[in-house]
């Protein structure tokens, strides 16, 4: 594994914020609240924020508030079947919108992410994303949730403001210091998502490429044919352009060594890094997914444009 060397000032991107590139700060993370309070906050209308929606169950969230009887005219979607058939006459929910919008921050911690060449480690990068997610729903009066994929730890419950962006934080810090002992997958992952997203939430996923290659495409349709979802793809340049030489890698006790000036092996190297990238960009805009790639040596606000912009959709 490859140590990057620490963030100098004026990097671009680092905005003074120092770190050593392997393990994310609290402080660092912290810090990244001004970048995001200079970027502005994204223009709303009455149904949240500006453009055209994707679906007509996008938005802001609604909760249940009561049922009526049906009259003509009603949404056949919004039947109450558990009254209709006990009343036997035809009744449908009432919803109201919800005060506040929930973002959900699932953070990858597959071992993949724990590597990096130039600046900082993937890891490190992801934290740093997720941090900005973070501060960018305080700035939008969201409530703040965040995961990973266990089986045994539970998610950052929702809270709002500061103190629910710190719980995030921490708990970024905590997941991206070292690679977890048990890490279930991004699959796993979504759906504990699944279970705590109400329709018109914001989904941002910190995730290595080949996690997202991993996930069946209809998942992402589903997802982001009721919430707002973002997939930050976390690489390396060493990943993207390597070069055409004989690499050496350390794995656990063993040393590996890959001739990438060999035509078969620079193919499979291909394989395994940048087509998964190709992929996720070629596939996840045309379900409604925001995508983009996010390297290590990259500016970690560089992709907060994705942020109330709806992705093109492709028949």
């Known amino acids: 594994m490859s140590t990057p060397p620490p963030i100098p000032a004026g990097t671009p991107g680092s905005h003074g914020i120092r770190g050593d590139g392997v393990t ?4 660092e993370l912290l810090a990244l609240r001004a970048v995001v309070l200079a970027r502005g ?33 009603d949404d056949a979607r919004h039947i109450d079947w558990r009254l209709t058939a006990r ?33 900082r ?11 900005i ?13 965040a995961l990973r994929g266990s089986a045994r730890e539970a998610p950052i419950a929702p809270a709002s403001g500061a103190r629910g962006a710190l719980r995030v934080l921490d708990a970024l810090v905590r997941w991206y210091a070292r690679p977890p002992e048990e890490d279930a997958g991004l699959g796993i992952a979504l759906d504990h998502a699944q279970r705590l997203l109400r329709p018109g939430s914001r989904l941002v996923v910190l995730a290595d490429p080949g996690s997202v290659a991993m996930i069946p495409i209809q998942r992402w349709t589903a997802l982001a ?28 006790a063993h040393r ?60």
């Open 24 to 27: 994310p700060s609290l402080e």
């Open 41 to 73: 906050q994204a223009r709303r209308g009455r149904h949240g924020v500006s453009g055209h929606a994707l679906s007509p169950l996008r938005g802001r969230g609604m909760e249940y508030a009561e049922s009526r009887e049906y009259v003509a005219g």
């Open 87 to 119: 009343t036997g006459r035809a009744h449908t929910k009432l919803f109201q919108a919800e005060r506040e919008r929930l973002s959900l921050i699932v953070a990858d911690t597959a071992p993949a992410m724990y590597f990096g060449t130039r600046v």
């Open 121 to 131: 480690f993937k890891s490190v990068q992801a934290a740093r994303a997720g941090a």
């Open 133 to 145: 997610a973070a501060w960018a729903a305080v700035r939008d009066g969201d409530r703040i949730a």
């Open 225 to 252: 044919h009721h919430h707002e979802v973002i997939v930050l793809l976390l690489t390396d340049p060493l990943e993207s352009s390597p070069p055409r030489a004989a690499l050496p890698f350390q794995a656990d």
């Open 256 to 315: 590996v060594d890959v001739d990438l000036s060999v035509a078969t092996q620079r193919q499979a190297w291909r394989n395994e890094f940048a087509r998964p990238v190709e992929l996720a960009l070629a596939q996840l805009p045309a379900r409604g997914v925001r995508a983009q790639p996010l390297s290590t040596d990259a500016a970690s606000e560089s992709w907060l444009p994705l942020l109330g912009r709806n992705p093109p959709l492709v028949a």
